[in-house]
């Protein structure tokens, strides 16, 4: 069988070269929507993760009415969660909260039912949230220090220096007075998160919402103050905030689902971790939704490769159809004669498996660079260059499962076609295929008249096979039949 599949590699190898180009070209395109479905859009689910606006991957957690007692635990037991939560990313994270009204002895007149209230408020990285106008950061440490809004310092008849007597809690339980010291004077910047401050960053209000305690009530603030200066003043706060910012400048696909899973949990969490140390609580964040998002947008993009890559087999299949159908009419002859010869389909079956085996190796082996080539050359071309997923060559498991599977079942599409039977009109005898066999080989291989030269005669241009190339046909001669007579 090596020596026939030898000899037809010679003789056919431009119909053969033309099956294995098909091959490879089939495997090629599926090796290389592999890479696109798997390496390319997990890669893009990770560059739109890295990308992603800081204000769209943050993680909020919100508190409300925490006694003073509480005040350290619930910020540390609500920061722990937070960078919990966004494990395996390391995430930075800003606290900001604001204490209860105190009465604001000074701007107070009972006798025409005005009360005037103010509030502190502790906010971490205040420098990247308001311009220093005049005076200094305020510092940790007693007495305690607090800067003031520009517009309300004024309102207030304040300047860097004074001295400003805050009265007691307004409500239930109420923490005792305490005194402080204005050291700066600041403007709020814009879009720096004044919206959640109690009076929204504008630094006074003549109409406050807890407006119950008088006839006429002025609020006034926020006094910031370093936020460990709050938590140890004894105030009880009436909201706590901490932001957590995960790190997803390197992010892994896997880590980037855990992440998603753990962030929708974390509202309950949460809840368990602070019982009754707080009265609401509660956990807001956009980044499970920008994941999934990004996620679904994977999942159409890979459904669209796939898509692609199955039109792309199916003319690969045809083509190869149309190849085997050609190299089945080239091979009429050869497989009537064979069939002839006493050659069974079992020995068919093998020499053919044994091609299409050949060929498929041969495929995958050119295959398989070269789809990591043209897989790395399509990520280097718009848009996919802009929306950086530019990849060098590689290859992946996937890829090569894959290619080979697919070069597997092209080659059983081969042999299935080249085991099906020819139909060439009448099907001609037994004989008369061996004798126009014989025929043939004596026709090209010793001349037709002349010298009665037995020598075959010279190649040349026209002439069929000599009867060398005949021998290993004549191999396959069935036994003589024997006689009916014994």
């Known amino acids: 069988m090596t020596a026939l599949l030898l000899r037809r590699a010679r003789a056919q190898w431009p119909l053969l070269l033309s099956l294995l180009a098909v091959l490879t070209l089939g495997a090629t395109l599926l090796g290389a929507s592999a890479l696109l479905v798997t390496r390319t859009s997990e890669r893009a689910v990770?560059?739109?993760?890295?990308?992603?606006?800081?204000?769209?991957v943050e993680v909020t957690a919100y508190t409300v009415t925490i006694?003073?007692?509480?005040?350290?635990?619930?910020?540390?037991?609500?920061?722990?969660?937070?960078?919990?939560?966004?494990?395996p990313f390391t995430a930075t994270t800003t606290t900001r909260a604001s204490s209860r009204m105190r009465i604001l002895?000074?701007?107070?007149?009972?006798?025409?039912?005005?009360?005037?209230?103010?509030?502190?408020?502790?906010?971490?990285?205040?420098?990247?949230?308001?311009?220093?106008?005049?005076?200094?950061?305020?510092?940790?440490?007693?007495?305690?220090?607090?800067?003031?809004?520009?517009?309300?310092?004024?309102?207030?008849?304040?300047?860097?220096?004074?001295?400003?007597?805050?009265?007691?809690?307004?409500?239930?339980d109420p923490a005792?007075?305490?005194d402080l010291t204005v050291v700066g004077l600041v403007h709020p910047l814009p879009d720096a998160g004044w919206d959640r401050d109690p009076l929204n960053g504008t630094g006074y209000d003549p109409d406050p919402k807890d407006a119950v305690y008088a006839d006429d009530v002025n609020a006034y603030g926020p006094f910031l103050v370093d936020l460990e200066g709050l938590l140890a003043s004894g105030s009880a706060l009436d909201r706590l905030e901490v932001t957590a910012h995960p790190d997803l400048s390197a992010p892994d696909g896997r880590d980037l689902d855990r992440l998603t899973a753990s962030v929708l949990g974390a509202d309950r969490r949460l809840g368990g971790t602070l019982g009754d140390r707080v009265q609401i609580e509660r956990v807001?964040?956009?980044?499970?939704?920008?994941?999934?998002?990004?996620?679904?947008?994977?999942?159409?993009?890979a459904g669209s490769v796939l898509a692609l890559a199955l039109i792309g087999i199916v003319l690969t299949a045809i083509a190869l159809a149309l190849a085997g159908r050609l190299t089945t009419g080239v091979r009429a002859e050869e497989s009537d004669l064979f069939s002839a010869l006493g050659t069974s389909r079992g020995q068919f079956a093998a020499v053919a498996t044994a091609e299409a085996a050949i060929l498929a190796a041969l495929a995958v082996a050119l295959a398989i660079p070269g789809s990591s080539a043209l897989h790395s050359l399509l990520t280097h071309l718009p848009p996919l260059s802009g929306a950086g997923l530019a990849a060098r060559p590689a290859v992946t498991l996937t890829q090569v499962v894959a290619i080979g599977c697919g070069a597997l079942a092209l080659a059983a599409l081969h042999v299935g076609l080249a085991m099906r039977p020819t139909a060439n009109g009448a099907r001609r005898g037994r004989r008369e295929l061996l004798a126009?066999?014989?025929?043939?080989?004596?026709?090209?291989?010793?001349?037709?008249?002349?010298?009665?030269?037995?020598?075959?005669?010279?190649?040349g241009p026209g002439r069929g096979p000599t009867p060398y190339a005949c021998l290993p046909l004549l191999s396959f001669s069935p036994p003589a039949p024997r006689s009916r007579y014994g």
């Open 46 to 56: 990770e560059v739109a993760a890295a990308r992603a606006e800081p204000d769209d």
């Open 436 to 459: 126009r066999s014989g025929s043939t080989c004596c026709s090209s291989g010793w001349p037709r008249s002349g010298g009665g030269s037995c020598g075959p005669s010279p190649p």
């Open 284 to 301: 807001s964040s956009p980044l499970p939704q920008t994941l999934l998002g990004d996620r679904s947008q994977q999942e159409l993009t």
């Open 67 to 87: 006694a003073a007692a509480d005040a350290r635990s619930v910020a540390a037991d609500t920061k722990s969660l937070l960078t919990s939560a966004l494990q």
């Open 176 to 178: 005792p007075a305490l």
């Open 105 to 172: 002895p000074a701007h107070t007149d009972d006798a025409r039912s005005l009360l005037s209230e103010a509030y502190l408020s502790g906010v971490q990285g205040l420098q990247d949230r308001a311009s220093l106008v005049g005076g200094r950061w305020p510092r940790a440490g007693a007495p305690l220090e607090a800067a003031l809004f520009d517009n309300t310092a004024r309102l207030l008849g304040l300047r860097v220096g004074s001295r400003v007597h805050l009265g007691p809690e307004l409500g239930r």
